[in-house]
């Protein structure tokens, strides 16, 4: 009994043994590609590491290996995201890149697809600011003929900033002071972290389509460099150059320089000094008028005063019955030039109808009505034409005769032969 349990548990464990599946190398790679893809948590990863093994190739495409203390995993970052990257990484240096996990199937390799690159610690960031700035330079962006002047007496001024900052309430305080003529158009945005580049040339484009913005202050208070690398993104750059009105970087630093200031038309160190930078003082503007009308009232009144010292010296040259002389001279001076005027009128009246009586008698020699009063006569027919030859007409025609005084009417009776001089 013990031998035949036995023996049946041996066979129910052999058939339940699963049968045996083979795989190829590729099946395995694909379903561990699979997994990887379809799981959230790899297609939205950041990772901390140390570059290695850095190169690009013929094609434009990196690659590289992030490796820490004890691991490594290589990545790619391929040629349409590395033209876009503001900043690419550099052997031996520490980054965070962002990017999806991914499997290589001919090595047989997991890897990350990196389209996002940030350098850790002030010094890449240094590096990141000289590479773009080099690269917009090579491109022209902070050439001075791109650069707009600032209108002289602006009447709307747009300003891009926080809305909680200290900035734009410093911005309002001195135009308050400076320029109130001027008014103030506000578009909020973020002026640090990861939205700020975005939103602040989103706000750039927005301002530039209005049509009654004068000049554009973009800017915030000051920070560490961390604080503002918005206003060193390529597309707050790009937004900038791209603007139609004038554009006055503001961000709240003495000394150094960001991007947004080498490509804005004019750089102000703080957002206060931005609004010295595009209005007038209206202390100055007030004393320039009270100066100028100063100098008005001087001028008129020095002319005055020439003309009627010019008047009283004229009076004392010329005694009183010199004056009347010379009065009465230039009366004659009339006269005479008045005299010479009518001659010469006269005169052109009478050349003028000696030649309207020549042209006429001249006219009247060729007309026909001369020759009428000789003797001739004109025939025409009852159509008006003037009759040449009888062939014209027939007997028991009508016919007009025009003589120098008169007409007459006539009937064709006959015809008489032709002069012998027509035969």
């Known amino acids: 009994?013990?031998?035949?349990?036995?023996?049946?548990t041996n066979m129910q464990l052999e058939f339940s043994i699963p049968t045996k599946t083979v795989r190829s190398v590729s099946e395995i790679t694909n379903l561990l590609k699979k997994l990887i893809e379809q799981h959230p948590a790899f297609q939205n990863v950041w990772v901390q590491g140390q570059v290695s093994n850095y190169s690009r190739s013929g094609s434009g495409h990196i690659y590289f290996t992030l490796k820490d203390e004890q691991n490594?995993?290589?990545c790619v970052i391929w040629r349409s995201s590395a033209t876009r990257l503001r900043f690419l990484p550099k052997h031996g240096e520490e980054i965070l890149?962002?990017?999806?996990?991914?499997?290589?199937?001919?090595?047989?390799?997991y890897q990350i697809t990196v389209n996002q690159v940030e350098p850790i610690g002030i010094g890449a960031l240094q590096r990141a600011f000289e590479e773009l700035k080099q690269r917009l330079t090579d491109e022209g962006l902070f050439d001075n003929i791109y650069k707009k002047p600032l209108p002289k007496f602006p009447r709307k001024i747009g300003v891009v900033t926080s809305a909680t900052g200290a900035a734009f309430q410093d911005i309002c305080e001195q135009l308050r002071k400076r320029y109130p003529l001027a008014e103030v158009w506000l578009h909020p945005t973020l002026v640090q972290g990861d939205d700020a580049a975005q939103q602040i040339a989103a706000a750039i484009q927005v301002m530039n389509q209005r049509d009654d913005i004068d000049v554009l202050i973009v800017g915030r208070?000051?920070?560490?460099?961390?604080?503002?690398?918005?206003?060193?993104?390529?597309?707050?750059?790009?937004?900038?150059f791209d603007a139609r009105i004038p554009v006055v970087s503001a961000v709240g630093h003495e000394t150094d320089f960001t991007i947004a200031d080498w490509v804005a038309d004019h750089r102000a160190p703080t957002p206060s000094a931005?609004?010295?930078?595009?209005?007038?003082?209206?202390?100055?503007?007030?004393?320039?008028?009270?100066?100028?009308?100063?100098?008005?009232?001087?001028?008129i009144q020095n002319r005055l005063n020439g003309d009627e010292t010019r008047l009283q010296e004229l009076e004392t040259r010329l005694a009183p019955a010199q004056r009347k002389d010379t009065i009465n001279q230039l009366?004659?001076?009339?006269?005479?030039?008045?005299?010479?005027?009518?001659?010469?009128?006269?005169?052109?009246?009478?050349?003028?109808?000696?030649?309207?009586?020549?042209?006429?008698q001249h006219l009247n020699a060729l007309s026909p009505l001369a020759t009428l009063k000789r003797g001739y006569s004109i025939t025409r027919n009852t159509d008006g034409r003037v009759l040449t030859d009888v062939e014209q007409v027939s007997i028991g025609d009508k016919i007009e005769v025009q003589l120098s005084r008169g007409h007459l009417t006539c009937h064709i009776e006959e015809f008489l032969e032709k002069n012998n001089n027509n035969k």
């Open 1 to 8: 009994m013990a031998d035949s349990q036995w023996l049946m």
């Open 72 to 74: 490594q995993i290589n």
């Open 97 to 109: 890149a962002h990017g999806k996990i991914g499997v290589y199937g001919p090595q047989g390799k």
């Open 221 to 240: 208070g000051g920070g560490s460099i961390e604080d503002l690398w918005a206003f060193n993104e390529e597309r707050v750059a790009r937004a900038i």
């Open 274 to 299: 931005a609004v010295e930078h595009i209005v007038p003082d209206q202390d100055e503007l007030f004393a320039r008028l009270d100066g100028l009308n100063t100098w008005l009232r001087t001028t």
């Open 331 to 360: 009366h004659q001076t009339v006269d005479n030039l008045d005299t010479a005027c009518r001659n010469a009128v006269k005169r052109n009246l009478t050349d003028s109808e000696n030649r309207l009586h020549a042209l006429a």
